[in-house]
């Protein structure tokens, strides 16, 4: 365990469904992105999923961290960069399971700890410096475990942190609370029963009707022995407390329409931040984008959304002005003239825009963010960054003790960061016509054009070659005949990264891990990652007997900007070999602020035009930072 790292998760115990041999366990998230505190290290450590793997052999379940403790293993794990969830089989035959399933059915508290042990020696983020990992933004001091494995998880009384929390999905309250009489039976008040459920007097006053049907529930679970089925399952408590929610916005949105009789209303809850996340889940439900509003709002906040029964972008602003707590004028111009007339509106579809914004911009395929390290600068100034090299490889201690020192140099790179921004504008009309196509189509516009700029500059710089960036005296270039693209050019490519040495001729030790070439040479790309033996094609085609030596080792990644004729340098022949980033990089990426990802903004438009205008801004630059990160080919062949 000392060189392992703790996740904590929720943990769903589900009993055996009819069919089923065995009971599952799920891990929902087990791990959110974020720092973690452990003991091994002085500061908080953040797993970057890109480079979480999987143990090779099976990720067993054990109680308290302990091998002879084994409970089952896991049979799935979702990794979507932002957060990893596991869900597996309770499959051991032993007491330690039948402890775990046995104490679940009693409530107790269990927590899932994940683990995890760093590859490479994590990178630390300095005070006053950022990071942006797993799709967030973090500031130092903090480290980053840029590549890492999964091997085991186990089942805890405590997680790694104190925000875990533990669902039994199929366990009663009762089970829960467990006070029997001299019959076996349970006997809890009916306040102890539905409080056990989450539910809260608040959510019962003034429903009754919801009070009834929980009664009869609580009524059915007392009538059952201890040992019985549990009648009220974690699903059914969730479909309970969502129906208690939407009563309660029906009513309150009943009460508003009777005060507000010249439009819809909305419901607010408890302060204005409620009315505004009900507005901008009705926008999401209007664009046929609830999916997204689901994850981002939350399903609370959907539901509320839904209740409002908006079915225009008038509507829509109606409530926009009722949750900023504005009378509905009688007209529609002066109810949009209105609701342009505050920031309201602007805000909440400003960040109902931004969410679809980002998904538009994460769903293009970059290269360039794979292959560049990220950087931050704090302002538009030229900055200077530092890849550190020289003598640092360890020597035997003589028997004085004494340990020599190292010496180090630094070789220098320059980057900058710019501002790259496009704005576009909704019309009153757009808004009257209910043009949902302008109101989706924009985000997705901005966001989508974000990143092929991104891409664009950046590949701009790679195929300027800057310096001869790219050239044989740094040993990281080949050209002539047979570079073109195949298992000898590729071979010698290879040959070439894992020969690069620092300025005292020490190997670096890069690992090649992407094959960039352009659409061109996609075909015999993927055939040198995914065939077992290569076909030679001439007079009579033939299969070579000894096989491919590079098959599943370096990741083809497609840059159609390498042979496009609108870019200097570009060529149908070229191809690249880069190293791991995190490890060697050759460019980089810098983000004011260490902000990754666009923004977009929406105000209402100039005096002159009544509508609504969306602007969409990223700040960055790109540099080249080590030759040793990448070798070009130039493709030439007889």
């Given at each position: 365990?000392?060189?392992?790292?703790?996740?904590?998760?929720?943990?769903?115990?589900?009993?055996?469904?009819?069919?089923?041999?065995?009971?599952?366990?799920?891990?929902?998230?087990?791990?959110?992105?974020?720092?973690?505190?452990?003991?091994?290290?002085?500061?908080?450590?953040?797993?970057?999923?890109?480079?979480?793997?999987?143990?090779?052999?099976?990720?067993?379940?054990?109680?308290?961290?302990?091998?002879?403790?084994?409970?089952?293993?896991?049979?799935?794990?979702?990794?979507?960069?932002?957060?990893?969830?596991?869900?597996?089989?309770?499959?051991?035959?032993?007491?330690?399971?039948?402890?775990?399933?046995?104490?679940?059915?009693?409530?107790?508290?269990?927590?899932?700890?994940?683990?995890?042990?760093?590859?490479?020696?994590?990178?630390?983020?300095?005070?006053?410096?950022?990071?942006?990992?797993?799709?967030?933004?973090?500031?130092?001091?903090?480290?980053?475990?840029?590549?890492?494995?999964?091997?085991?998880?186990?089942?805890?009384?405590?997680?790694?942190?104190?925000?875990?929390?533990?669902?039994?999905?199929?366990?009663?309250?009762?089970?829960?609370?467990?006070?029997?009489?001299?019959?076996?039976?349970?006997?809890?008040?009916?306040?102890?029963?539905?409080?056990?459920?989450?539910?809260?007097?608040?959510?019962?006053?003034?429903?009754?009707?919801?009070?009834?049907?929980?009664?009869?529930?609580?009524?059915?679970?007392?009538?059952?022995?201890?040992?019985?089925?549990?009648?009220?399952?974690?699903?059914?408590?969730?479909?309970?407390?969502?129906?208690?929610?939407?009563?309660?916005?029906?009513?309150?949105?009943?009460?508003?329409?009777?005060?507000?009789?010249?439009?819809?209303?909305?419901?607010?809850?408890?302060?204005?931040?409620?009315?505004?996340?009900?507005?901008?889940?009705?926008?999401?439900?209007?664009?046929?984008?609830?999916?997204?509003?689901?994850?981002?709002?939350?399903?609370?906040?959907?539901?509320?959304?839904?209740?409002?029964?908006?079915?225009?972008?008038?509507?829509?602003?109606?409530?926009?002005?009722?949750?900023?707590?504005?009378?509905?004028?009688?007209?529609?111009?002066?109810?949009?003239?209105?609701?342009?007339?505050?920031?309201?509106?602007?805000?909440?579809?400003?960040?109902?825009?931004?969410?679809?914004?980002?998904?538009?911009?994460?769903?293009?395929?970059?290269?360039?963010?794979?292959?560049?390290?990220?950087?931050?600068?704090?302002?538009?100034?030229?900055?200077?960054?530092?890849?550190?090299?020289?003598?640092?490889?360890?020597?035997?201690?003589?028997?004085?003790?004494?340990?020599?020192h190292g010496t180090l140099s630094e070789q220098a790179f320059a980057f900058r960061v710019d501002t790259y921004a496009r704005m576009f504008g909704i019309t009153r009309t757009d808004i009257i016509n209910d043009d949902l196509g302008a109101f989706a189509s924009i985000p997705q516009i901005i966001g989508r054009g974000a990143a092929t700029?991104?891409?664009?500059?950046?590949?701009?710089?790679?195929?300027?070659?800057?310096?001869?960036?790219?050239?044989?005296?740094?040993?990281?270039?080949?050209?002539?005949?047979?570079?073109?693209?195949?298992?000898?050019?590729?071979?010698?490519?290879?040959?070439?990264?894992?020969?690069?040495?620092?300025?005292?001729?020490?190997?670096?030790?890069?690992?090649?891990?992407?094959?960039?070439?352009?659409?061109?040479?996609?075909?015999?790309?993927?055939?040198?990652?995914?065939?077992?033996?290569?076909?030679?094609?001439?007079?009579?085609?033939?299969?070579?007997?000894?096989?491919?030596?590079?098959?599943?080792?370096?990741?083809?990644?497609?840059?159609?900007?390498?042979?496009?004729?609108?870019?200097?340098?570009?060529?149908?022949?070229?191809?690249?070999?880069?190293?791991?980033?995190?490890?060697?990089?050759?460019?980089?990426?810098?983000?004011?602020?260490?902000?990754?990802?666009?923004?977009?903004?929406?105000?209402?438009?100039?005096?002159?035009?009544?509508?609504?205008?969306?602007?969409?801004?990223?700040?960055?630059?790109?540099?080249?930072?080590?030759?040793?990160?990448?070798?070009?080919?130039?493709?030439?062949?007889?």
């Open positions: 365990m000392s060189d392992s790292i703790l996740l904590s998760g929720s943990l769903a115990i589900r009993a055996a469904l009819p069919g089923e041999r065995v009971p599952t366990f799920a891990i929902t998230p087990a791990y959110t992105g974020g720092p973690l505190v452990t003991t091994r290290y002085p500061t908080g450590i953040i797993i970057d999923l890109s480079g979480l793997t999987t143990n090779d052999q099976a990720i067993t379940a054990t109680i308290g961290h302990d091998d002879d403790k084994l409970v089952g293993h896991v049979e799935s794990v979702k990794n979507d960069g932002r957060s990893v969830s596991l869900a597996g089989v309770i499959s051991a035959a032993g007491p330690a399971a039948d402890e775990l399933i046995e104490s679940s059915k009693r409530g107790f508290p269990w927590h899932a700890s994940v683990e995890a042990r760093p590859l490479t020696t994590p990178e630390f983020i300095g005070d006053g410096e950022a990071v942006s990992v797993n799709g967030q933004t973090f500031s130092g001091p903090v480290l980053v475990a840029r590549r890492a494995e999964l091997f085991g998880v186990s089942f805890v009384p405590r997680g790694a942190d104190e925000k875990t929390s533990v669902t039994i999905a199929a366990e009663a309250a009762k089970q829960k609370l467990g006070a029997k009489t001299m019959t076996g039976k349970v006997q809890i008040t009916f306040e102890e029963w539905y409080a056990a459920i989450g539910v809260t007097a608040d959510d019962l006053a003034g429903n009754p009707d919801m009070e009834q049907r929980l009664r009869d529930k609580y009524d059915e679970a007392m009538s059952k022995t201890k040992e019985e089925e549990a009648q009220v399952t974690a699903s059914e408590v969730k479909k309970l407390r969502a129906e208690i929610r939407a009563e309660q916005a029906r009513r309150e949105l009943d009460e508003l329409r009777a005060s507000r009789p010249l439009g819809p209303s909305i419901v607010t809850g408890r302060n204005h931040d409620i009315g505004r996340h009900a507005v901008q889940a009705a926008f999401f439900k209007h664009l046929g984008h609830e999916s997204i509003g689901e994850r981002v709002l939350g399903e609370q906040a959907m539901e509320a959304g839904a209740s409002l029964r908006c079915s225009s972008m008038v509507d829509i602003i109606k409530c926009s002005l009722t949750a900023a707590g504005q009378d509905i004028p009688a007209s529609r111009d002066d109810m949009i003239r209105a609701a342009f007339s505050t920031t309201d509106l602007a805000g909440m579809l400003g960040a109902s825009a931004n969410k679809l914004l980002l998904d538009a911009y994460q769903a293009v395929p970059s290269v360039a963010r794979i292959i560049a390290k990220p950087l931050s600068a704090n302002n538009f100034k030229q900055h200077t960054g530092y890849r550190v090299t020289g003598d640092n490889s360890f020597r035997m201690v003589p028997p004085s003790g004494e340990i020599q700029k991104l891409e664009e500059v950046f590949w701009q710089l790679v195929l300027a070659n800057t310096g001869d960036f790219f050239d044989e005296a740094e040993g990281n270039y080949q050209e002539g005949v047979d570079t073109a693209l195949a298992i000898d050019s590729l071979t010698a490519a290879v040959t070439l990264l894992r020969r690069q040495v620092d300025t005292d001729g020490a190997p670096v030790m890069v690992a090649p891990k992407y094959l960039v070439v352009p659409p061109e040479l996609e075909t015999p790309a993927d055939g040198l990652y995914t065939s077992r033996n290569i076909a030679v094609a001439g007079v009579t085609d033939v299969v070579m007997t000894d096989g491919n030596p590079h098959e599943r080792k370096y990741q083809p990644l497609i840059v159609p900007h390498l042979s496009n004729a609108r870019y200097a340098n570009a060529s149908l022949l070229a191809w690249y070999l880069f190293g791991d980033p995190a490890d060697v990089a050759a460019f980089g990426i810098a983000y004011l602020n260490g902000v990754e990802s666009p923004v977009v903004e929406a105000q209402d438009a100039p005096f002159n035009t009544l509508g609504m205008q969306y602007r969409g801004y990223l700040d960055f630059g790109v540099c080249q930072i080590d030759p040793r990160g990448g070798v070009m080919s130039k493709g030439e062949a007889e």
